[in-house]
């Protein structure tokens, strides 16, 4: 299958500063990446659709001045965490869409442990 | 309402045993359909994707899931389960309409092995 990376695997920081995660499709080009939070023992919830060369699209209730997007080249993502707090702290996963083949599957990164002190 | 179900949050089989992970959908339309596994800490892992075709599909680790029409289930089976099997399952449908690909997860099935 496709391999999509994530860097940081985990990062701790001081409240009120930002944190920036890159996600990264290694072997195939796409031109949309998504975004997602997850808490312990729960399912993923989506934060937000990335875009190659457009703005991201924000699930209802997520900030977007808070959680900033950049999807500059069809390999590359960021996720930057703005002012980060400590009900910041979560595992965030990315996801990277390949439509080649005529298919639709989303491969995922294998995500970042978030901690705000 | 449209969804993903996944009726059995946590289940518990012995090594060697078989297994079956249920799935339900809940849409109009035949959606595509997945299986991952998340393993801890970890992010997750394609098992298997169902679009058109033969119903019975072939996934890695040894897992194959059968889509039934009827009953708008797509349930993941493994003959013989590995004591490695032990993670989490999703269940995911991205609806046909959905131009966006946004996954639609379930809540997620709990698997432990005992030994």
């Known amino acids: 299958g496709a391999v999509v990376s994530q860097h940081p695997s985990w990062v701790i920081c001081k409240s009120g500063t930002s944190v920036k995660i890159e996600c990264r499709s290694l072997?195939?080009?796409?031109?949309?990446m998504f975004w997602y939070r997850q808490f312990p023992k729960q399912s993923l919830m989506l934060m937000a659709t990335?875009?190659?060369?457009?703005?991201?699209?924000?699930e209802q209730g997520v900030e977007k001045d808070k959680f900033l997007i950049n999807h500059a080249s069809l390999t590359l993502s960021t996720l930057t965490v703005t002012s980060a707090h400590p009900e910041d702290s979560s595992f965030y996963i990315c996801?990277?869409?390949?439509?080649?083949?005529?298919?639709?599957?989303?491969?995922f990164g294998p995500g970042t442990r978030l901690t705000v002190l | 309402a449209q969804s993903v179900t996944q009726p059995d949050i946590h289940i518990t089989v012995s090594e060697g045993a078989s297994l079956e992970l249920r799935c339900n959908y809940s849409y109009g339309a035949t959606p595509y359909l997945f299986w991952y596994v998340q393993s801890p800490g970890q992010g997750l892992q394609l098992l298997l994707k169902y679009f058109s075709g033969d119903t019975l599909v072939q996934g890695i680790k040894g897992f194959e899931a059968e889509f039934k029409r009827s009953q708008s289930s797509f349930n993941l089976r493994k003959p013989s389960v590995h004591w490695s099997d032990a993670a989490e399952y999703f269940c995911a449908v991205v609806p046909i309409y959905n131009q966006g690909g946004k996954l639609i997860f379930g809540q997620g099935t709990e698997l432990s092995v005992k030994p």
């Open positions: 072997d195939f080009q796409a031109t949309t």
């Open positions: 996801s990277a869409r390949d439509l080649s083949g005529g298919g639709d599957t989303q491969y």
């Open positions: 990335s875009n190659e060369g457009s703005k991201a699209t924000y």
